[in-house]
């Protein structure tokens, strides 16, 4: 039935959700194996990663739009084009309320967070060829992330980031 399933998520509805990659859609599946698609606007636009967020939608990367898109439970789409236009890859709620997403951009991989009205930030990663992919929450109240290319793993302090302010 599906064609490239990536993502899935448990949904804040009690719902499981999933990209569909080579068809464009969100997946939503019942516990009872109800399924129902939602199409997204941007064709082609290759969803991978998904993750809910604190505003009650779930967000997700477009790796080929090179966008960030949202869909709330009923099935309504926004989508955030990416600033510098790199391809996001993974995704995860920060425990600051915003997304924080891997993106790959050439050479120059980033660390990027979005807030739920739209606004982007983006942090470069100083090792070079990282190959950012993996994100996640930790326990610490950090963001981590995998550096595939260097071999490492990398964090974002939110406390010194609040203090900085944008970069």
């Known amino acids: 039935m599906w064609r490239s399933p990536q993502g899935i ?18 997946w939503k599946v019942t516990p009872a194996g109800s399924f129902a698609g939602f199409s997204i606007p941007t064709a082609n ?9 604190r505003d009650g939608r779930l967000w997700f990367t477009e790796v080929e739009s090179m966008q960030i898109g949202t869909v709330t439970l009923a099935g309504s789409f926004t989508e955030f084009p990416i600033p510098t236009r790199g391809q996001p890859m993974m ?32 942090f470069s990663i100083p090792t070079g060829n990282s190959v950012a992919h993996g994100i996640t929450t930790g326990p610490d109240g950090t963001v981590w992330f995998t550096e595939a290319g260097a071999g490492k793993i990398g964090r974002v302090n939110l406390s010194s980031v609040a203090r900085r302010g944008s970069q």
């Open 9 to 26: 998520i448990a949904g804040p509805d009690g719902n499981l959700w999933f990209t569909e990659r080579i068809c464009n859609k969100i």
């Open 45 to 53: 636009s290759q969803p991978l990663a998904i993750t809910a967020g």
């Open 91 to 122: 995704i995860t709620a920060g425990p600051d309320g915003n997304l924080w997403f891997t993106e790959f951009f050439r050479a120059a991989e980033k660390i990027g967070k979005l807030t739920s009205t739209g606004s982007f930030t983006e």
